[in-house]
């Protein structure tokens, strides 16, 4: 109930409700199952800085975008683009920041594809690995800057003027 309120408007079952309840939180224990405690609060912390359900939709899109520009134009390279695409709608859709979930996202699928594009060089070549590493990095720059560019989009289309 707000404070300025006076005694002659509020209903004496109001007031006598808002004390109870002030009274039930006050001598409320903190229990071991309880989501206040530490345990809780670092399932939700964790909840908020990476969510699976928002991975694997960024790395659906990342894979399809990757599969079409692979596809549709064969220059090396153009996976990239794909990714890049992928991260930009993603943080062009999704409201929260979940850049570690697009980086994620165009990191495994960069070096996947790069893995599976150069196996034979990777596993009997000394100098495959280094490059499906290299890869993945740069798939996840390239995911997280993609997600960063959709989102300033997002915040320029919806801001007042």
């Known amino acids: ?22 009274e039930r939180e006050s001598t409320r224990e903190p229990t ?20 699976p359900k928002h991975f ?19 220059i090396p390279g153009t996976g990239l683009l794909g990714v890049f695409g992928a991260a930009f709608a993603f943080g062009l859709v999704v409201e929260e920041r979940r850049y570690a979930e697009a980086a994620l996202a165009g990191g495994v699928v960069t070096a996947a594809s790069t893995l599976l594009d150069f196996a034979v060089v990777a596993f009997l070549g000394g100098f495959g690995l280094p490059i499906v590493a ?8 390239v995911g997280g800057l993609g997600t960063y ?3 300033d989009l997002r915040d320029g289309l919806t801001r007042d003027l």
């Open 32 to 51: 071991g199952g309880s989501t206040d405690g530490l345990r809780g609060r670092a399932a939700e912390r964790a909840g908020q800085l990476f969510s």
């Open 56 to 74: 694997l939709a960024a790395l659906l899109v990342t894979v399809g975008a990757l599969f079409a520009a692979s596809t549709f134009v064969p």
């Open 134 to 141: 290299l890869s993945g990095v740069l798939g996840a720059v």
């Open 149 to 151: 560019f959709g989102r």
């Open 1 to 22: 109930m707000s404070r300025d309120r006076t005694l002659t408007e509020a209903s004496a079952d109001e007031i006598d409700a808002e004390f109870e309840l002030d």
